[in-house]
């Protein structure tokens, strides 16, 4: 606990934290003002499904803030996370304050277990201020140009985007831990925040090469990151009004992807593989001669 609570301190004061906090709120703010502001000048909206500008202002109200918000955090948030996991680690080495952190914790390994806890906590709590800021924008469209109904709002709508929370989180896992084990086995930010934000912007270019490539390079992509985390994140029911950052359900139903559960295994089996990798290489590094 007294580690957990020294690695918060830390995240809490560094301004990194409160940077990439601060972005993720404004991107939410400014695609929400972009289509509230598109909705009231266009007559269509779309490329594949043609909807109106009331189509478009509709989707916008509480109903679905949620899914919209959990997309964009899925999407962009996601590349935030990934410098603030490898910030954590990988400042450490360039400060030269991971010798002092290490030999006076009570252990390698729970000192880098409370650093990946503090990480994961703080991701949460970033997409959970996304959505809160959605919520709010959305309350107000609503209130503005729709009335206020909240008929929607039951237990099967909570539990629905309670399940839609839990999915963006687990899909944002993998490169999250992927920069994080950079991080640790290349001993900088850098690193970790190359190889994180490195895998999320080029897989999806390279899955679609190979899926257009033919046999046997289109079934790959299948067994890579970005592929079962579009799988999951199609999951969560965006309004179809709103824009998505990925393929839609129709798309991937033509890439013959995973089920939902083989997207999960695989992306837990990344989880486990980079968590083991920064483990392993953070117990045997000699730390003592410096970065």
């Not at 957990?4 to 301004?15: D, G, P, S």
């Not at 409160?18 to 779309?46: C, E, K, N």
Request: proline share 3%; hydrophobic share 55%.
């Amino acid at each position: 606990m007294r580690l957990l609570a020294v690695e918060y301190f830390k995240l809490r004061k560094r301004m990194m934290t409160w940077v990439v906090g601060l972005l993720l709120v404004a991107l939410v703010i400014l695609l929400y003002s972009v289509l509230w502001s598109i909705s009231g000048r266009v007559t269509s909206f779309g490329e594949r499904n043609q909807f109106s500008a009331e189509d478009l202002r509709r989707s916008l109200f509480l109903q679905g803030s949620v899914p919209f918000a959990l997309e964009i955090a899925g999407s962009f948030g996601t590349i935030l996370a990934i410098i603030l996991a490898a910030g954590a680690v990988g400042s450490e080495y360039t400060w030269g304050t991971i010798r002092l952190m290490a030999t006076a914790s009570n252990g390698r390994i729970r000192l880098i277990v409370a650093k990946l806890i503090v990480v994961f906590a703080l991701t949460i709590v970033g997409v959970l201020l996304a959505v809160a800021v959605a919520i709010a924008y959305s309350a107000i469209i609503t209130y503005v140009d729709g009335g206020s109904n909240y008929s929607f709002v039951n237990a099967a709508f909570i539990r629905d985007q309670w399940a839609s929370f839990g999915r963006t989180i687990f899909v944002m896992a993998p490169y999250v831990t992927l920069g994080f084990a950079a991080a640790v086995i290349g001993r900088s930010t850098l690193a970790g925040s190359a190889a994180g934000i490195g895998v999320a912007f080029i897989e999806p270019l390279v899955s679609n090469l190979m899926r257009a490539g033919g046999s046997p390079w289109k079934d790959v992509p299948n067994y890579l990151i970005a592929s079962n985390t579009q799988v999951l994140i199609t999951q969560n029911r965006v309004p179809p009004a709103l824009p998505t950052f990925g393929p839609d359900a129709h798309d991937l139903a033509e890439q013959n992807v995973n089920s939902v559960e083989q997207a999960s295994l695989v992306l837990a089996i990344y989880i486990i593989v980079f968590i083991a990798l920064a483990f392993i290489a953070y117990r045997r590094r000699d730390i003592t001669a410096g970065a």
